[in-house]
Every structure is written in structure tokens, then in C-alpha cells.
């Protein structure tokens, strides 16, 4: 079984006067999203930069697709891609010419160049815009070039650094809809970014950075979830929907009246169909029905807080 | 052109427009027409005018380029996208040095071909010499724009500056009278004892100094594209350099093999000296580096603290060495004018002196903000070296003066003593900063 795509231990990394990461350690599992989320000058483009083998952190390990980025970081840039903040494209070449200078420059064989560029122009939707000069294109588009630039040699782990910035909402959706499609493919992606509402549509794991410390790394949404939060609502009161819902096999009531409860139900969409059934069965009149989420808003928000009450 | 270097590949589609491709020799042919319809001697002005176009196209212009290569990518934020490719340091020296430059190759080959062409009669030199130095006179000078280049994106002077337009500014001024004195010149030129033809000899040399800097270029590459090297490349080149220098160095009345190491010594001091505060002026320094090396040391990684070690600290170890061995082996009138008894002590006073140069420069970079380290190291110099020693000597104030610029020539030991308290002082300065920026402020707290 394939590790973890991503393992720090201990980086730390310094600017004078300033450690700008303390022994940051955590794992990335493979074919996750994670956001990598935390205020200003908590250390999110340092920590993704030395991810990326671009600074050398002063002390500690970075492996990616198991290689040591530190010792041998030339193999490392093959298993990945990053896409910077301030991302540039070379304005007068041709899309077609940037992503194939991108796939040659990454070691695609020159065989090979000219699928791999239609592919990814096709993958990013910008197949209409192979021969224009990426300096005529919108921010939207230079984005998506970027991006394919980044994954010409087909990498295992995708860092990217404030994504959205700049893109108009309809840019947003459509980043979150491309991410999703790369999580799908097998490609683990750290998404740094302020703006969580954008986050919360992909991101299945939160990696909390405050002032060089990691203070939180967990999943805040399973790829194939084995738990789902229930909320059910009923129309009227009914005196035995706690014994009901209990006599369903999998469910485990968080809170429950006549009328609302939480529920965890172990298993995915059928147990879900199944225990809605099982309650029209017994005469409950059910009105509300869904799976219950964290938004990562309020989870990262609740982490800071228990973090500084914890200190 | 698939299997082609993808960064020569880059820089051609970017370089090597149809209109371009098009334009250029056009522009030749007008250029050429014109000197060829209005001079008197035909095609001994023709073959100037190729010379001093394929001059400028190929030591002025491309320079221009090739400095400006590193520089723009850095600007266009695209250089850290080319720092994670698969792309190797030499393949990225020829593609960048070839590529940048293709422009001026393809116009500046054209001239040297239509010198090649019309063989002028008056010259000295053959068309053939004189095209060729000024090819490798291009490779050299596009090599050393391309490091300026590279050591300014290091140092984030992107933003600020082209290096390239002050290069050539440089570039001009010494390459330009020493062409135009080679087509002429006869006499031979003498180096380490042996008469060579000037031309030949000339060309040697510049060939040799174009290797150096497409090495430069390269080992430069090497940390960006983070392979990681020690230091011994400009350990050789010190000592190549002292060599090649120390040929030239004449010192009458010593038979010649003490001549020859007296040279040796003197121009390696010297050297040495010279390639620190360029390389100390070049590089990144500040107190990351120091605490890199730190740990590397307390962590007993001999060869990763080698490969953290800034190139001015081997220059400045090269400078104690030849310190050490002229003081030890100098002999009486090494110096010209220095008393007999005192030559062997010249070096020692110097290379306090260099110390001392380098901790003010240190204290500045190891700031917890450091902005402007070099133009402050600059202005300490020049009072120091300038503005005080004239001043108090033009008040007839000779003793004090000596007591700010140390007279190594005149009276070295009097030079050792007060170089000693003024390398002790900065030291100090040095030491009492890096103290204070040396653990790192907790993170920050927002």
C-alpha cells in the first residue's frame, strides 16, 4: 500500500530575526485536498515553497511521493507541481508554446509534447485559446494555463498558493469543479487560500498554520465518507422517534426530542435511503432529511479558538 | 525541433521572429551598402564596419540579453516554475547563453562571415583572428553579463536594476580600445618568461576567460536548479587567475625563479583580496547563512556546510594563505620601495585591513532588516579609504592620517598594529550584531 504523499518532520525554517516555521510535522494522505489555511504571516507560502523544494528550511525533513525533497529535490519536482501566488506566464509565446515548453521542460519525452499539450488544454477548457498569446488572455484563463503548465508531467501532489485570488466568481466555481476533477484522478492537492467559503467545496482535509506552528492537521470531509451527520426533522411530534431511529442498525443518536434529532449513521447513501425509509415505515412524518456539514469557516474558526483557550 | 534544449527552444521562438529573422540581414545589407558606397577604400572599410557591427551585436548587445535573461524571469515571476524543472544546469547555461543571445548571434555571425569575405589588406592580423576574438570576446562577455545577472536575481535587485546596461557600459570601455589595438599591435607579448604573438596570445587569453565564464554560468546555475557543489571552482579559478596575472609581473633584479614566486605570492594576495570583496559584494549573505553553516557544523555535516559556504570566505581563506606564505617567504624588495627587513610584513596589514572590510560589510548584512548593505559597506570604505586619510593629510595631520589608512607600504609595522585595532573594532561591531539577530524573535503573533 502506497504511503502518504506528503511527510514533514520537524521544518523549521528562519528569516533573520524571525522563525517563520517552528517544527511544523504532519502527513498528507494521498489523493486528499488539503487547506492550508491560517492568518497572515502564519507561514502558509513558506511552508509550501519549502514543500516545493524552491527554500531550504533550516532544519527538518520534506519527503513528497516518498523522495526527500532536501537531498534529492530534482527527482522530487518530478512527483509535483506548484502554482505560486504571483504566477507568471511568458506573456508573447502561444498558450500551445507555453504548455509545451512546460511539458518539455518537465521531462515529457518530444514524442509525446504534442498530446500532452491538447490533453491538458482539453482537461483545463482552454483548447479555444491554444494559439493565442498568453499576455491576450483574461486572469481567468492565464490561471488555467498555469495550472496546466504545472501539471504538464503529470504530477502526484499539486501545491497551490492562493488559487483564486483575483477570479471572478464564476472563475471560482469553475476552479473548485477542475480541483475536484484532480482529487478524482488520483492527484493530492494543498490549496493554500484565505477565502475558506471556496475552500469548503473541495478541500476534504484542514491544515491550520498560526504564527510557524501547525496548531491543527485533521480531515474535515472524507473522499468516501464512512460516517454521515443526519438531521432529521419531523412535521409533527412523535413520541417514539428516539426508539425508532435506535432500532435502526447503524445509527447512533447524537441528540434527539419528538420532533428534531442528530444522528451518525454509519455507511453511505443507501443506509441513508434505508433509514429514511425505515422511518416512513413507522409512521413518522418526516419533513427535513440531510447530511449535517462542518463548514470549513466554522472549523477552522472553532480550532483557533480552542487553540488560544488551550495556551 | 522536439528533442531540441527546451530553454534554447524557449528563448528561440521568443528571439528568432520571422519578422526578425527577416529584418535583420536586411538591415546589414543596408548598413554595409551604405559604408561601401561612400568610403574611398572599399573593402578595407567594409571589413571595419563587419568588425565593429559583429562588436556590437555580439559584446554589446547580446551581453544585454543574456543579463537581462535571469532578470526578466524573475520579474515575470517565471523562474521558479524553471528552478522545479527537469532541466540541468548545463543544458540551462547553453539554452539561456545561446538562447537569449540567438538574436545577436544570427546578425553578429553574418558580419564576422562578411569580414571573413572581403580580407582586408592593411591589417595586421589576420580576418580570420580578428573574427574569431571577437566571438569568444562575445562568449565572455555574454557569460559575465549572464553571472551579473544571475548574482542580481539572487540578491533581489530584479526590481531595481538591469545589470546588463551597466556591463555593457563596463564592456565597452575596456574591450573596445583593446580590439581596436589588437589589429594593430605587433610587438609580442611576454608571460612567465616566453615571448608570445600579441594576437595569438590575446586570444588565448580571452578564450580562456570565456571557458571561465560559461563555468561561472554554469555553477551559478547549479545552485538555482539546486544542485549542490562546493566551492572548489573558485578556488581554482583564484589560483588560475593568480597565475595568468603573475605572468605578467616583472621584478627586476631577482633571478627569475624567485621572480616567479615572488609574482605568484604578490598578485595571489592580491588576488585573493579582490575576489573576496567581489564575491562578498555578489553573494547573499546575512545571518541565515551563518546559522545554516551553524548547524550544518554542529550537526557534523562537514560536506553540506562546505556547499552552504559562501564563495568570499574561500576567497578570504585564499587571502590568509597567501598572507601566511608571503610573509614567510617574500624577500627583500617584493614591494619596490619597502624597506628591506619590512617587505615580508606588507601582507599582514592588508589582509587585517580586508578583515576589517569584511566585518563592516558583515555587520550591515546581518541586520534583522538588512536594506542597503552594499551602498553602506560602500560609504564606510570610501571614508575610510578616501575622504578622512585626504582630509587630515591635506591639514598637514600625516599621523593621524596613518592612524585611519594604515601605511602597509611605508611602515608596515606601525600598518600591522593599527590594522589590528581596526579589524578588532569592527569585529566587535560584527560580533556584538550578529549577537543581537542571532536567535531568531519568536514567530509572530498576530
Known amino acids: 500500500m502506497p504511503g502518504p504523499a506528503i511527510v514533514v518532520e520537524g521544518l523549521s525554517f528562519e528569516y533573520p530575526g524571525l522563525r517563520a516555521l517552528d517544527e511544523v510535522s504532519f502527513g498528507v494522505e494521498r489523493g486528499s485536498v488539503t487547506a492550508l489555511v491560517g492568518p497572515n504571516g502564519a507561514g502558509k507560502t513558506t511552508l509550501l515553497r519549502c514543500l516545493a523544494g524552491l527554500d531550504q528550511p533550516l532544519l527538518g525533513r520534506v519527503e513528497v511521493a516518498g523522495i526527500d525533497v532536501l537531498e534529492e529535490p530534482r527527482r522530487a519536482h518530478r512527483k509535483m507541481g506548484l502554482l505560486a501566488d504571483f504566477y507568471g506566464l511568458y506573456d508573447a509565446l502561444t498558450v500551445r508554446q507555453c504548455l509545451a515548453h512546460a511539458s518539455a521542460a518537465n521531462g515529457v519525452p518530444g514524442g509525446e509534447i504534442e498530446a500532452t499539450v491538447q490533453r491538458a488544454a482539453e482537461r483545463l477548457e482552454i483548447a479555444d485559446k491554444l494559439d493565442a498569446r498568453a499576455g491576450e488572455l483574461s486572469r481567468g484563463q492565464r490561471q488555467r494555463v498555469a495550472i496546466g503548465q504545472a501539471l504538464a508531467h503529470g504530477p502526484e501532489v499539486l501545491l497551490l498558493d492562493e488559487p483564486a485570488s483575483g477570479l471572478d466568481p464564476e472563475a471560482r466555481v469553475s476552479l473548485a469543479s477542475l480541483f475536484k476533477r484532480l482529487q478524482a484522478e488520483g492527484v493530492t492537492l494543498i490549496v493554500s487560500s484565505h477565502i475558506l467559503a471556496e475552500l469548503d467545496a473541495y478541500a476534504t482535509h484542514m491544515l491550520v498554520l498560526r504564527a510557524g506552528r501547525m496548531i491543527e492537521n485533521r480531515a474535515v470531509r472524507e473522499a468516501a465518507p464512512r460516517l454521515r451527520r443526519l438531521r432529521i426533522e419531523l412535521a409533527e411530534p412523535h413520541p417514539a422517534m428516539r426508539a425508532r431511529i435506535g432500532g435502526f442498525d447503524g445509527a447512533v443518536i447524537l441528540d434527539a426530542g419528538e420532533r428534531t434529532a442528530t444522528v451518525d449513521l454509519a455507511g453511505g447513501a443507501a443506509e441513508q435511503a434505508g433509514l429514511l425509509a425505515h422511518l416512513v415505515a413507522g409512521g413518522l412524518r418526516v419533513c427535513g432529511f440531510g447530511e449535517v456539514h462542518e463548514d470549513l469557516q466554522t472549523s477552522y474558526l472553532r480550532t483557533v479558538r480552542e487553540e488560544g483557550a488551550a495556551r | ?341 619590512s617587505a615580508a610584513l606588507v601582507p599582514l596589514p592588508l589582509f587585517l585591513l580586508l578583515g576589517r572590510d569584511v566585518c563592516i560589510f558583515l555587520f550591515f548584512s546581518f541586520a534583522r532588516q538588512p536594506r542597503r548593505v552594499e551602498g553602506a559597506t560602500l560609504i564606510y570604505l570610501a571614508v575610510l579609504y578616501g575622504i578622512v586619510p585626504w582630509l587630515l593629510k591635506a591639514a598637514d595631520l600625516n599621523d593621524f592620517a596613518d592612524l585611519v589608512l594604515p601605511p602597509a607600504f611605508d611602515a608596515p609595522g606601525k600598518a600591522i598594529a593599527v590594522a589590528a585595532v581596526h579589524f578588532a573594532i569592527a569585529a566587535g561591531f560584527m560580533g556584538w550584531r550578529l549577537r543581537g539577530t542571532w536567535r531568531a524573535a519568536p514567530p509572530q503573533q498576530d
Request: aromatic share 10%; glycine share 10%; proline share 4%.
Open chain 2, 1 to 341: 525541433m522536439s528533442g531540441l534544449n527546451p530553454e534554447l527552444r524557449r528563448n528561440l521562438w521568443l528571439e528568432l521572429t520571422p519578422h526578425r529573422l527577416l529584418a535583420m540581414p536586411l538591415l546589414l545589407a543596408l548598413l554595409l551598402a551604405l559604408v561601401y558606397v561612400v568610403s574611398t577604400d572599399k573593402l578595407d572599410s567594409l571589413a571595419i564596419a563587419a568588425a565593429v557591427i559583429g562588436c556590437g551585436l555580439l559584446v554589446v548587445w547580446g551581453p544585454r540579453n543574456t543579463g537581462d535573461s535571469v532578470i526578466e524571469e524573475v520579474r515575470g515571476r517565471t523562474w521558479d516554475a524553471q528552478r522545479m524543472s527537469a532541466i540541468g544546469p548545463w543544458a540551462m547555461t547553453w539554452g539561456k547563453l545561446l538562447g537569449a543571445a540567438s538574436f545577436t548571434w544570427y546578425g553578429g555571425l553574418m558580419a564576422l562571415a562578411v569580414l571573413l569575405a572581403v580580407t582586408p589588406r592593411g591589417w595586421v592580423h589576420s580576418s580570420i583572428k580578428v573574427a574569431a576574438l571577437i566571438a569568444v570576446a562575445g562568449v565572455l562577455a555574454q557569460g559575465a553579463a549572464c553571472l551579473a545577472g544571475l548574482s542580481a536575481a539572487r540578491k533581489g535587485l530584479s526590481q531595481r536594476a538591469s545589470t546588463g546596461a551597466w556591463l555593457v557600459v563596463v564592456l565597452l570601455v575596456l574591450v573596445g580600445p583593446s580590439v581596436g589595438f589588437l589589429t594593430t599591435a605587433q610587438q609580442p607579448m611576454a608571460w612567465w618568461g616566453e615571448r608570445y604573438d600579441a594576437m595569438n596570445f590575446v586570444l588565448a587569453s580571452v578564450a580562456c576567460f570565456a571557458g571561465w565564464a560559461v563555468f561561472g554560468v554554469y555553477r551559478s546555475l547549479c545552485g538555482e536548479l539546486q544542485v549542490r557543489t562546493t566551492p572548489w571552482a573558485f578556488a581554482l579559478f583564484a589560483f588560475f587567475l593568480t597565475a595568468y596575472i603573475a605572468g605578467f609581473w616583472t621584478v627586476p633584479g631577482i633571478d627569475l625563479a624567485l621572480r616567479g614566486r615572488t609574482a605568484f605570492l604578490v598578485c595571489g594576495l592580491l588576488v585573493c583580496a579582490t575576489l573576496t570583496y567581489v564575491e562578498l559584494f555578489a553573494e547573499r549573505t546575512g545571518v541565515i547563512v551563518v546559522r545554516r553553516v551553524q548547524v550544518r557544523l554542529a550537526r557534523g555535516e562537514l560536506r553540506r556546510a562546505l556547499e552552504e559556504l559562501p564563495c568570499w570566505t574561500v576567497g578570504f581563506a585564499l587571502t590568509g594563505l597567501f598572507c601566511a606564505l608571503g610573509t614567510a617567504l617574500l624577500p627583500a624588495g617584493a614591494f619596490g620601495g619597502v624597506p628591506t627587513r
